[in-house]
């Protein structure tokens, strides 16, 4: 619905970044979950788990938190977006060895080292799906002078985005508005050039992962040299890019199965195993 609504409808996005951007948007959006799983007369009130960026602020948690009760949870578990990561990937976050995850979400990437159930080291930037769209809009804005959506651009990505130069190029039909003379035109793009237009906002992704490595123990070191670190979330479905980061940093990189919904998956089995994974929460409010 996002940029084909009328005056009377408003699409909106109340999470953004992986933060709350509209905070009463996102307590209704919240309230309205809790019902549909609990049902509208419950006896109980539930608890909820939320996973939120490791690079999150104390006000930012607090947001969290505040609209998570008022939606009516009796309780809420804020959770580090790579552990859920991780748990969800199939990773024994709880053994005494290293284990690399990079999460690359809509709003934001998290690179994480966990052992024994807590983050020993990480990283998190504030680039993910949205901004590698938003870095196909403007490349082709300013090759082709043609304004297109935020839609068109994610489809761009998902059919013919790679993270790496392919020798047979695909191609796609895109249209938008020309934005010389206004009127609606069709244009032809191909991979390598979607290629060339997100390869900055990669490259975030992959400073990133540096950073991790740089704090990284020898020990732990050693263990993702063995191990390879694990791709998850959306961002993990962009063609080759764990090639690619495979290439820059030296250390193999795998994309874990299902990476879309690693994240959900986590917080259902830290939810069920609450006793497990309580050293890799954390707080409650």
């Not at 970044?17 to 979950?33: E, H, N």
């Not at 934001?108 to 930037?125: C, F, N, Q």
């Amino acid at each position: 619905m996002i940029g084909r609504t009328p005056d009377t409808i408003v699409a909106h996005r109340p999470l953004k970044d992986g933060v709350i951007a509209d905070y009463k948007v996102t307590q209704a959006m919240l309230s309205y979950f809790i019902d549909k799983a609990g049902g509208k007369i419950r006896l109980f009130r539930p608890e909820v788990m939320v996973s939120v960026p490791a690079g999150i602020t104390s006000t930012e948690k607090r947001a969290v938190i505040e609209a998570t009760v008022r939606a009516g949870a009796k309780a809420a578990y804020v959770v580090k977006e790579p552990v859920l990561a991780a748990i969800g990937a199939g990773i024994p976050i709880n053994e005494p060895s290293g284990n690399m995850i990079i999460d690359v979400g809509g709003g934001t990437s998290e690179v994480a080292i966990i052992s024994l159930g807590g983050v020993v080291a990480w990283d998190s930037v504030r680039v993910g799906g949205d901004k590698i769209d938003r870095a196909i809009t403007d490349y082709i804005k300013k090759k082709y002078n043609l304004a297109i959506g935020e839609q068109t651009a994610e489809e761009i990505k998902i059919k013919i985005g790679s993270a790496l130069p392919q020798k047979e190029k695909e191609s796609i039909e895109i249209r938008g508005r020309d934005l010389i003379n206004g009127l609606p035109k069709t244009i032809t793009i191909n991979s390598n050039e979607v290629t060339e237009a997100i390869s900055d906002r990669l490259q975030d992704i992959i400073r990133a992962v540096k950073n991790v490595l740089h704090k990284t123990p020898p020990e732990l070191a050693a263990d993702i040299m063995n191990k390879g670190m694990v791709l998850s979330g959306g961002g993990a479905l962009l063609r080759n890019f764990d090639e690619l980061i495979t290439q820059i940093t030296g250390v193999p990189c795998y994309v874990t199965d299902e990476p879309l919904f690693c994240v959900a998956k986590g917080t259902g089995m830290a939810l069920e195993n609450l006793e497990v994974y309580k050293k890799s929460i954390m707080s409650k409010k």
